[in-house]
């Protein structure tokens, strides 16, 4: 069975850094193409940075571009979000979601993260 378990969330002020980490169990964050959503109040989850299993390439919305950066710790079986710079209207819920080159997609359950001052 596949589970995700994120955290790191919290709150910190505008201007601030904070790194999500998402555990992964049951899956290879070798073999799987990984991302980081967020789903803000009254909002529809957006995409926040991505990592293909293959070549870990990455990519990133303009919104996050410059900001955020994806990576993953293979040893660990974990993939991290390094958000720097951050602005009150990175206020959502951050949830990880694994896409195995085989089998079902998965997401995890999400972590809180708050920017304000």
């Known amino acids: 069975q596949v589970q995700l378990v994120e955290s790191g969330g919290g709150w910190v002020q505008p201007g601030g850094s904070l790194t999500l980490s998402c555990s992964v169990a049951g899956a290879s964050v070798r073999r799987s193409d990984m991302s980081w959503y967020r789903q803000a109040p009254g909002k529809e989850r957006e995409l926040v940075a991505s990592?293909?299993?293959?070549?870990?390439?990455?990519n990133y919305p303009d919104s996050t571009k410059g900001r955020f950066t994806i990576s993953r710790d293979a040893n660990k079986n974990t993939v991290l979000l390094a958000m720097n710079t951050l602005i009150p209207e990175d206020t959502a819920v951050y949830y990880c979601?694994?896409?195995?080159?085989?089998?079902?997609?998965?997401w995890g359950q999400g972590t809180q993260v708050t920017v304000s001052s």
């Open positions: 990592m293909s299993g293959s070549g870990g390439i990455t």
């Open positions: 979601f694994l896409r195995p080159w085989t089998g079902l997609p998965h």
